[in-house]
């Protein structure tokens, strides 16, 4: 199955960097964050699976979230 291209904005890249180094967040935000940030820099499902330790379906909702919603 082919993913859905996602794109962030500068204001949304910045937002999710600031999750990903300050650690100020819950674990499951910074995951949030890192699931959107690889997608946005198309890094394929499985390698995002394997580095984050995350299953597909984290990654499906997270995605589906993010275009249902925005962050």
Do not use: F, S
């Amino acid at each position: 199955m082919r993913q859905t291209e996602l794109h962030l904005t500068d204001e949304e890249r910045e937002l999710i960097e600031a999750y990903r180094v300050k650690g100020l967040h819950h674990a499951r935000e910074v995951n949030r964050a890192h699931i959107l940030a690889a997608l946005d820099r198309q890094v394929p499902q499985a390698l995002i699976m394997e580095v984050l330790g995350v299953e597909r379906t984290a990654i499906w909702r997270t995605r589906a979230a993010y275009l249902a919603g925005g962050l």
